[in-house]
C-alpha cells in the first residue's frame, strides 16, 4: 500500500502564464489546506476550484486556483489537489518547497502514472501510453497514444492470452476428451493447430508493428551521395529553412546535420551526410565514415546524382550499398540541361536550388510508406519496442511448445513453454503473477464444466 504523498510541478519547467503543481496522496489536502487562505478544502466537494491565496509564515507567496479531486475517482486513485499558480519558475518552486517542509515527498519522473499504475486503474500498456501522448510529434502518433490510453492494446494482449489459457485449458483436462484416447494423438490434432493458428496472429501484430513504429518515432532517413550532388541543399528545401551549409565547394558537409518534417502524418528525421568519396582530409573521412554507418541504421535513403553527370564509379558503389534499403532515388540539378539516361524504380528529378519537384518527393514518400494502409489511422498499432521484444519472445516460447510435441516429449513440456509465453504476454500489461493464471484457469473450469 502506498501511503506517502508526492508533490511535484507538472508544467514545463520555464516562463509561462500558469504553472500546476500536483500532489497525489491521502495528505495531499491536508497539505494544501495548511498553507491555503481560502476555503476550507477539507470541507470541500470533490472536483471543485476554489480561488485564494499561498501564505506561508504570514507571508503571501501567491494568488492561485486549487483543484481538489477525491478519491477513488482521479487520475491515481489517490486524493490529488492542484495547485494553478503563476508561472513564474520561481514561484512554483517556492510553493513546491513549502509543500515539502509541511510533509510531501517529491515526485520521481512518471511517479503519478505509475500509482495510477500500482492502484491499477490503468495497465502497464495504457501507463506507457501516457508517456506516448506526451512525446507524440504528429497526428498519426497521438491517436495512436490515444488508443493506447484507451486500453486498446490491453485489449489484443489479453485476446491473446484468452487464447493461450484455451489451449492450456485444454491440456489441463485432456482427460475429459474421451475420442482422444492417446495424449500424443490430442497434442496433435487438438492443441498443435491452435497454437499454430496463434502465432499466425502474432506474426500478423509484429508485422504491422513497423508501422506503428514508424508511425510513433519517424523514419530514419539518410541522405546519401557523392560530394557536391546537393545533398545538404534538399535537406534545407524539405526543411523550408536553411540549415545546412551549401557550398560549390566539394566536401562542405563534414559532420551529420539532422532535422525533422511532417509529410502527410509521416514524421522524417532527416539526416544529411558528408559525401562519400576517397579523401586525404581527416575531418571529411571520419565524416564520410559516419555516412556508412548512416546508410546501415536509415529506414529510408534518399539517394542524391546530379542530373549533368554520367554515373561515376562511387556513385554505381553507392547504389550497390543500398540497393537492399528503402531507397528514394533523387535526380537533381535538373535545372541543368543534360539529361540522365539511367532509370531507377522510385525515382524523382528536382531542383533543389530553384525548389522545384519537392512536393513529388514529398509524395512519394508518403505513397510508399502509406500506400493502402488509408486506414492506418483506425487500426490499432503495438509501436512500443519493448511490448514489440515481448511478443517475439511469445512466439519463441510457441515455437518451443510446437517443437516439443513434435518431438513427442510428455505434454507437460509444452505446457510449460505455453505457460512462459501466458506469462510474457503478461509482462507487456503488467500483470506478471501466476495466481492470476491459476484464477483465470479456474475460471474458465467453472464456465464450461
Ligand atoms: N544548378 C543547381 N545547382 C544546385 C542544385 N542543388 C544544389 N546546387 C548547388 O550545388 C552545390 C553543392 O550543393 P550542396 O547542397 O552543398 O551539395 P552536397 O551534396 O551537400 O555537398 P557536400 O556536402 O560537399 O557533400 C552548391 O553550389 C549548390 O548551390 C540544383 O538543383 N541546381
Ligand atoms: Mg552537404
Same mark, same amino acid.
Given at each position: 500500500m502506498i ?19 500536483r500532489?497525489s496522496?491521502? &495528505?495531499?489536502i ?7 487562505k ?13 480561488y485564494?491565496? @499561498? ?6 507567496i ?7 479531486f *477525491? !478519491? ?12 494553478n499558480?503563476?508561472?513564474?519558475v520561481?514561484v512554483?518552486? $517556492? ?10 515527498r ?12 500500482l492502484?491499477?486503474?490503468?495497465d ?16 498519426f502518433?497521438?491517436s495512436l ?15 491473446? *492470452? ?17 475420442e482422444?484416447?492417446d ?26 508493428s513497423?508501422?506503428g513504429k514508424?508511425?510513433?518515432?519517424g ?6 551521395g ?5 545533398k545538404?541543399?534538399?535537406?534545407? !528545401? ?5 540549415? !545546412?551549409?551549401?557550398?560549390?565547394i ?29 579523401s586525404?582530409?581527416?575531418? &571529411?573521412?571520419i565524416g564520410?565514415? $559516419? ?6 541504421e ?6 542524391v #546524382? ?15 550499398l543500398t540497393?537492399h $534499403?528503402? *531507397?528514394i532515388? @533523387?535526380?537533381?540539378?535538373?535545372d541543368?540541361?543534360k ?5 531507377? &524504380? ?13 512536393d ?13 494502409e ?5 487500426q490499432t498499432y503495438?509501436?512500443?519496442? *519493448?511490448? @514489440? ?9 510457441l ?16 505446457e ?8 510474457? #504476454? ?13 484464477d ?10
Amino acid at each position: 500500500m502506498i501511503s506517502d504523498t508526492i508533490a511535484q510541478i507538472s508544467t514545463a519547467i520555464g516562463q509561462g502564464a500558469i504553472s500546476i503543481v500536483r500532489l497525489s496522496g491521502e &495528505e495531499s489536502i491536508n497539505i494544501v489546506n495548511k498553507i491555503f487562505k481560502g476555503d476550507n478544502l477539507e470541507k470541500v466537494d470533490t472536483h471543485t476550484v476554489h480561488y485564494g491565496h @499561498i501564505i506561508y509564515k504570514d507571508k503571501a507567496i501567491d494568488e492561485v486556483l486549487v483543484t481538489v479531486f *477525491r !478519491a477513488p475517482k482521479t487520475f491515481t486513485t489517490e486524493d490529488i489537489v492542484e495547485i494553478n499558480c503563476h508561472g513564474g519558475v520561481f514561484v512554483a518552486n $517556492k510553493i513546491l518547497e513549502i509543500l515539502f517542509l509541511e510533509g510531501a515527498r517529491s515526485a520521481n519522473p512518471g511517479e503519478f502514472t505509475e500509482r495510477a499504475f500500482l492502484n491499477g486503474r490503468i495497465d502497464l500498456t495504457q501507463a506507457e501510453s501516457v508517456m506516448d501522448i506526451i512525446e507524440a510529434k504528429s497526428d498519426f502518433s497521438l491517436s495512436l497514444a490515444n488508443k493506447g490510453l484507451d486500453g486498446e492494446i490491453y485489449k489484443l494482449i489479453v485476446d491473446l *492470452r484468452t487464447d493461450l489459457l484455451n489451449i492450456i485449458a485444454h491440456i489441463e483436462v485432456n482427460i475429459d476428451y474421451p475420442e482422444y484416447d492417446d495424449v500424443i494423438e490430442l497434442s496433435n490434432n487438438l492443441i498443435k493447430p491452435k497454437i499454430e493458428s496463434l502465432i499466425t496472429k502474432i506474426k500478423k501484430l509484429i508485422n504491422k508493428s513497423n508501422y506503428g513504429k514508424i508511425i510513433k518515432d519517424g523514419l530514419k532517413t539518410a541522405i546519401i551521395g557523392r560530394p557536391n550532388v546537393g545533398k545538404s541543399s534538399i535537406l534545407n !528545401a524539405l526543411l523550408r529553412e536553411d540549415k !545546412a551549409i551549401v557550398t560549390k565547394i566539394q566536401g562542405t558537409t563534414r559532420d551529420v546535420v539532422e532535422g525533422s518534417i511532417n509529410i502527410g502524418g509521416i514524421i522524417l528525421n532527416l539526416i544529411d551526410t558528408a559525401g562519400i568519396r576517397e579523401s586525404s582530409d581527416l575531418i &571529411e573521412n571520419i565524416g564520410i565514415s $559516419k555516412a556508412k554507418k548512416m546508410i546501415e541504421e536509415a529506414e529510408l535513403i534518399l539517394f542524391v #546524382l546530379e542530373n549533368n553527370q554520367a554515373l561515376t564509379k562511387e556513385d554505381e558503389e553507392l547504389l550497390k550499398l543500398t540497393e537492399h $534499403k528503402k *531507397r528514394i532515388v @533523387i535526380i537533381n540539378k535538373t535545372d541543368l540541361n543534360k539529361e540522365l539516361t539511367h532509370k531507377f &524504380e522510385n525515382s524523382v528529378q528536382i531542383s533543389a536550388l530553384h525548389k522545384t519537384g519537392i512536393d513529388n518527393l514529398e509524395k512519394l514518400i508518403k505513397d510508399m510508406f502509406l500506400s493502402g494502409e488509408v486506414n492506418i489511422i483506425d487500426q490499432t498499432y503495438i509501436s512500443n519496442a *519493448r511490448h @514489440i521484444g515481448k511478443l517475439n519472445d511469445t512466439l519463441n516460447s510457441l515455437y518451443d511448445s510446437i517443437k516439443a510435441i513434435q518431438e513427442e516429449l510428455p505434454i507437460d513440456f509444452p505446457e510449460i513453454d505455453l505457460k512462459t509465453a501466458w506469462a510474457t #504476454l503478461g509482462e507487456i500489461i503488467g500483470d506478471t503473477s501466476t495466481t492470476s493464471l491459476l484464477d483465470e484457469l479456474f475460471a474458465k473450469f467453472c464456465l464450461g464444466k
